[in-house]
DNA sequence: TCACAATACTTTGCGACGCTACATATGGAG
DNA sequence: CTCCATATGTAGCGTCGCAAAGTATTGTGA
């Protein structure tokens, strides 16, 4: 929760396909990637991930299969094609979003990506 | 609304102090000024602005003054101590939050700084 | 003169969604 | 045997952006 209030509105989708997009996670994999991706920052409890996927698969963005590791069941998620389109437009909107709010404000450090 | 969907959430009360930060302005002109100085990305509209305004000032960080110009009232808003520290824990969280998305939503092209 | 746009502010109510809290189940470490 | 990590799930709450509708004044164009 290392993010006070939930700036995260609309944008937990844009992050959780871009988490799977390298290929396939479970749920509770995923929230790991989210916390290890952004340096701790991202620390989402499973009660915003778990109904996040859900919505996603429901939307079609992603499919799942269930699959049982070491007497674990665990649920494996998969971006469809739609989902990869889906992502392009996250990503186009993030960074319209982004280089709005920077601008305005202002004086703020600049994030410095690979 | 260029922005599809509220992917402003929590973002709306930063970009009103930054707004009023180098000096007072009634509601409506925050409005252009937030669609001038996002290039007209942020368009937002009224039923989010005024309340917004009202919310800020209520918790203390800007205070209002009603004037007249031209026969039309306006309620000119400035932001108060309270408000120029919040407006800085605004700018960190925003940083350390737009870093953390930018770097998992990787391959997207770069912010272009002013 | 009359209609309409722009300026300027307000409020009701809906809907979306992140989060807390709680519940369930297994495997491994001490 | 207990505790923690792994792994998934749901109910309910609260926040807040937004559409929509309303009020009032000034300026403009037909």
Not at 22 to 51: K, M
Not at 80 to 90: S, W
Request: avoid cysteine.
């Amino acid at each position: 929760m290392a993010m006070r209030p939930e700036l995260l509105k609309g944008h937990v989708d844009a992050l959780l396909l871009a988490v799977l997009e390298p290929g396939p996670q479970h749920g509770y994999a995923v929230i790991e990637s989210l916390r290890a991706g952004s340096n701790g920052t991202l620390d989402l409890p499973t009660g915003t991930v778990y109904p996040a996927l859900h919505r996603l698969e429901r939307a079609g963005l992603i499919g799942s299969d269930w699959e049982t590791v070491g007497g674990r069941r665990r649920r494996t998620y998969h971006l469809t094609t739609a989902g990869r389109a889906a992502l392009g437009e996250h990503r186009a909107l993030w960074d319209e979003f982004s280089i709005a709010v920077s601008a305005l404000l202002g004086g703020g450090t600049k994030p410095a990506p690979a």
